[in-house]
């Protein structure tokens, strides 16, 4: 039996594998974070490949997972697994004693394990590359990552509002890149009236990948230089955050009316969208469109509600680091952050898949009517 991480996006660390029955484990770190509070150590995401292990039963145990970035969020979870990297299901998981254990026989010599399906850098630039066949679509190049990637941003439709749509600010978060599959895919069809309603109203600026060295390097949360791009937005640096540098500075070029900014969320089991309340320029204006907003959702989908998420800021007191705090204080904006599980929608439960890639994309899909709705009043 072989255990490796040697791929894009993987993350382990083989403690011990010669027994089937107790292979032990340990995620690998992201690197240390300084944050207002000290420096940080952020890991959560897993990704390997188990070979060589058809009808083994398996026990493999996390044994770091008590000291990871959100070890609460473990309680509930399960893994996914997959033998094509295409179908993913979730597979017997518990958390006892502050470590993670995954139990799963497989029925193929080659099985992969991960804390979310992984969006690939492959996938990504396929994504890239047939969003850039449809003629509502112009692809240009925001700048480059501090190990050289670049920083892909498609601009969709020619309307007047500019509204901007970012994704993987922290790479571990890949339901937001297949949400962004299902967003791009409705945005550029020909035949729908909505997504035409909409690159009529405005002109769309989509970062799907902002962090593409963290996401190809396994990390949960950071880029290359240990940089949690989420908390970079006030003073970002060609040092420490070019990713966040150049789109914040092609934001002010175009300005901001509608900002979106894709995550997922490692506790709570809930699709669900936190505003920017303690913002100082905070208005009932503003409260009024996001809550006609959060209304349109909901009615788009039954995948989405509002009654459960992130507690508000106090007045005043928001957090100008954010990128939903920042772009709605400096621009004006609605701004809004999206949060998807990692975990199930608890109102909606699949046993076999949990929350799933072709469920990021229906919901990626029914926002453009709300965004339409938005932009119209």
Known sequence: ????????GG???VVSSDDPSDVQLRIRKDPLTETRHGPREFFQWFSFRVAGARDVPLTMRIVNAGRAAFPKAWEGYRAVASTDRETWVRVDTTYVEEVLTITHTPTADVVWFAYFAPFSQERQAALIARSAQSSHVRLDSLGRSL????????????GPAAVWVVGRQHPGETMASWWMEGFLARLCDDDDPVAAELRSLATVHVVPMI???????GHLRTNATGANLNREWAEPSLERSPEVFHTRNAMDATGVDLCLDVHGDEALPYNFIAGTHGVPSWSPARAEALQRFLDDYVAATPEFQQEHGYPRSSPGKGNLTYCSNQTAQRYGCLSMTLEMPFKDNADHPNEVSG????????LGAAILGPMVSTLVL
């Open 211 to 217: 962090n593409p060295d963290g996401a190809y390097r």
């Open 147 to 158: 190990d050289g990637r670049t920083l892909d941003r498609l601009i969709i439709g020619d």
């Open 1 to 8: 039996m072989q255990i490796d991480d040697r791929f894009d």
């Open 11 to 13: 993350n382990i660390e």
């Open 355 to 362: 929350w799933s890639p072709e469920r990021c994309r229906r």
